[in-house]
């Protein structure tokens, strides 16, 4: 008997408000498959980070369900990693960037674990994959926005996770930086691994996702990218007109 294969996210009626008079999101419901490279994609303000952060379980919600490898996140943290924005992070914070991409290693040792060679041999790996390995002992507020986010994508890699959540990884960086992260992240999906991205530039979405969400407070579309990115999609979704989209 063939097996259906099961959404690796599956996202029901979710509702987030900051505040009851801020719904941010109202009754999302979408599934997606794994091994891909997913985009979700809307407006400044459409709740794309915020469905990200309640689908990791770092903000609560007040209506609805989500499972990831259909389980709630408690049950499979260790199986998920999160790329938040740079904006989010303080680059002060007294840390080389080998200590940086180490701390991804930290979800898989038991309490009062250190790193061993093992562990510090694959976070200099994942380092020198982002071409990070000669900076090792630089402080990471001493890197350019290009290097910084190439740390912490390095940290990620270290986790060695199977869904990884990314918000803006895009953003701010140079076109080496960017050459560098696609290739990264296609080499991650050959290699079984499923990504979710927020992202904002359109002119890039064919060439890197796989798989569309197209949000703003609602679910406008989601599915396969030739399918939902399309003129009509884009205008329900951003309210603007995109006739170079339309035949």
């Not at 505040?19 to 419901?29: G, M, Q, R, Y």
């Not at 049950?75 to 790329?83: A, C, E, F, G, L």
């Not at 290739?183 to 927020?198: N, S, Y």
């Not at 949000?215 to 329900?236: P, Y």
């Amino acid at each position: 008997m063939m097996q259906i294969k099961k959404d690796i996210i599956n996202i029901k009626d979710l509702t987030v408000g900051y505040t009851k008079n801020k719904i941010v999101l109202e009754k999302v419901s979408f599934g997606l498959p794994s091994h891909k490279i997913i985009g979700i994609i809307g407006p400044n303000g459409a709740g794309k980070s915020t469905l990200l952060k309640a689908a990791m379980g770092l903000i609560p919600y007040q209506k609805g369900t989500i499972k990831l490898f259909g389980e709630p996140i408690d049950k499979v943290r260790k199986r998920i990693s999160y790329v938040p924005q740079k904006e989010s992070v303080d680059w002060n914070f007294p840390a080389s960037v080998f200590d940086i991409a180490l701390l991804g290693r930290y979800n898989r040792l038991g309490f009062f674990q250190r790193p061993n060679k093992k562990d510090k041999a694959i976070a200099m790996q994942c380092l020198e994959k982002l071409g990070m390995a000669h900076l090792a002992k630089r402080q990471i507020g001493e890197l350019s926005g290009g290097q910084q986010q190439r740390v912490f994508l390095a940290r990620a890699l270290a986790q060695d996770a199977e869904l990884y959540f990314m918000d803006e990884p895009f953003t701010g960086i140079d076109v080496t930086t960017e050459k560098i992260v696609i290739k990264l992240l296609k080499d991650m999906v050959a290699a079984g691994k499923t990504i979710v991205v927020v992202h904002h530039d359109l002119g890039s979405v064919h060439g890197y996702f796989d798989w569309l969400v197209l949000l703003n407070h609602t679910l406008v579309a989601s599915g396969n990218t030739k399918e939902v990115f399309t003129a009509d999609f884009l205008e329900k979704t951003y309210g603007t007109t995109f006739s170079c989209l339309r035949a």
